[in-house]
C-alpha cells in the first residue's frame, strides 16, 4: 500500500513538472508571437507591427485563462503529491480551473470575435462559432460546479464527524 501511495504521489508530481513545461513553453511561444515579435518590428519602425501586435493580443486572450486552467490543475495534483487530503486540492482545483477554462471559452465564442472587429474594422462577425472554446467553456462550468458540490460534501462530512 505505501508503495503504491509513494508512486502516485511521484506520478503527481511529475505531472505538476508537466504542467509547468507546458504553461512555460506554450506561454513562451505566445509571448514570442505576440509581444516581443512585434515590439521588435515596432522598434525597427515598422508600422504595421503595432497592429499586428493588438490583434495577437486579442486573439490570443483566451489562452491566457486556459493556461492559468493547466497551472491551477498541476497545483492540485502538486498538492496532492506532497501529501494533501485528495478531497481537498481535488474540489480547489476543479474549481479554479473550471472557472479558467469557462472564462476562456467563453471569451473565446463572443469577446474575442467582438474584440477583433474593434481591432480590424469591417472583420468577422458577433459570433465566432469556436466548437473548441464552447466546449472547453461547458467542460470548465462543470467542473466548477463539480467542485462545488466537493466542497459541500467536505463541509457536510465534518458536520457529521463533530456530531459522532
Do not use: K
Amino acid at each position: 500500500m505505501s508503495l503504491e501511495r509513494d508512486g502516485f504521489r511521484r506520478r503527481c508530481r511529475q505531472f505538476r513538472l508537466l504542467a509547468w513545461f507546458m504553461i512555460a513553453s506554450v506561454g513562451g511561444l505566445l509571448a514570442l508571437m505576440t509581444v516581443v515579435g512585434p515590439a521588435y518590428l515596432v522598434a525597427t519602425g515598422e508600422r504595421a507591427a503595432e497592429a499586428s501586435m493588438l490583434r495577437g493580443l486579442v486573439w490570443h486572450l483566451p489562452a491566457l485563462f486556459y493556461l492559468y486552467g493547466v497551472w491551477a490543475i498541476g497545483e492540485a495534483v502538486g498538492q496532492i503529491g506532497r501529501g494533501r487530503l485528495i478531497q481537498t486540492a481535488t474540489a480547489e482545483g476543479l474549481r479554479r480551473a473550471g472557472l479558467a477554462l469557462g472564462v476562456g471559452g467563453v471569451l473565446s465564442v463572443f469577446v474575442v470575435v467582438n474584440l477583433m472587429r474593434l481591432v480590424m474594422p469591417g472583420a468577422g462577425g458577433y459570433l465566432h462559432f469556436d466548437i473548441g472554446g464552447m466546449t472547453l467553456g461547458m467542460v470548465g462550468g462543470a467542473m466548477f460546479l463539480l467542485g462545488r458540490v466537493m466542497d459541500r460534501a467536505a463541509a457536510v462530512q465534518s458536520e457529521l464527524d463533530e456530531m459522532v
